[in-house]
């Protein structure tokens, strides 16, 4: 949220002076203006407040619209700050938008909206609005936020399984090795595996929506030494084929030697992967195909007991 209109700012209205204010009340029924909680002269606005305390951590979540478009936070040992950014300091991607968290007493939500496209079309920008999409909160090992697959859903995605296959390792030290998962996927559905990528490794991609006669699809792609995770058309060409600006996140840390989970949900045209506890979400609006494809670029990877399951009955 903006000041309180009545205290006027002398600042124009598209200065990046938007901050999160707060009231103080001893009955709930009469509140006492008490400045700003939250002024770090990062954004336009802060839209969507929240604070909730995990643990020993005061976290303060807002949605920006002027930088990078989408729900932020911070976190402090007190109520009222100082507050400290994280390395990464969000949930998902840009269209991942007005998350606030809710609580069931046991564990933690973020419920917002991944924005539909303009006119439904992969070239243009975000609107104002989209579906439901939920995450449930993972607090890290040292205070820092993820998110994962609700529970819930993965109970419901899960319920009928559509294929699996057995644990198989792609290598290709000069190109591209791949593997079809599936020739054809329903919607919803979810796509679960493990990877362990070996040292070196430029790429590893996850493909779907595709026509195995062309290759035309979309990916989420892995760029493992930059440390990388974003989503885009593929092939792209003629060139802008996919708006994905913010389409990009940083995941964990795929060069530790380590087993990571990987969970594919696809849902009308709606796709969210779940690398461990980080999450990218997005809309996909003209796939050429319904085939899932993985490959690797110039190295080799490890991948586990793959399934492929969809909900038994529609929500």
Request: net charge negative; glycine share 6%; proline share 6%.
């Amino acid at each position: 949220m903006g000041h309180d209109p009545r205290y006027p700012q002398s600042r124009p209205q598209d200065a990046l002076s938007g901050s999160t204010v707060y009231f103080t009340s001893t009955d709930h029924e009469n509140w006492e203006f008490q400045g700003d909680f939250w002024a770090p002269d990062l954004f336009t606005m802060h839209e969507m407040p929240d604070v909730f305390r995990e643990g020993d951590w005061w976290y303060h979540l807002v949605t920006e619209y002027s930088d990078k478009s989408k729900t932020i936070y911070r976190r402090s040992r007190s109520l009222y700050g100082p507050w400290e950014a994280p390395e990464d300091d969000a949930f998902d991607g840009r269209p991942y938008y007005a998350a606030r968290s809710v609580s069931d007493g046991e564990n933690r939500y973020l419920v917002g909206w991944v924005a539909t496209r303009w006119d439904d079309d992969d070239t243009k920008t975000w609107q104002w609005g989209g579906t439901l999409v939920v995450h449930q909160i993972v607090v890290r090992e040292h205070g820092t936020l993820g998110v994962k697959m609700p529970d819930a859903v993965r109970e419901h995605l899960a319920a009928s399984t559509v294929t699996t296959l057995e644990p198989f390792t792609l290598s290709r030290s000069d190109g591209l090795a791949q593997r079809i998962l599936a020739e054809s996927v329903p919607r919803p559905c979810l796509l679960e595996t493990t990877l362990k990528i070996a040292p070196g490794t430029r790429e590893v991609n996850l493909r779907f929506g595709e026509d195995t006669a062309t290759d035309i699809g979309y990916q989420f792609s892995m760029v493992v030494d930059e440390h990388h995770l974003e989503f885009d058309k593929r092939p792209n060409w003629p060139w802008g084929q996919l708006d994905n600006r913010g389409l990009e996140r940083p995941p964990p840390d795929l060069t530790d030697g380590q087993e990571h989970r990987l969970q594919l949900v696809l849902d009308e045209d709606i796709a969210t992967l779940y690398v461990d506890d980080t999450a990218l979400s997005t809309r996909f609006n003209n796939p050429a195909g319904s085939a899932v494809v993985l490959d690797v670029i110039e190295g080799a990877v490890e991948i586990g007991a793959t399934s492929v399951a969809t909900s038994a009955t529609q929500i």
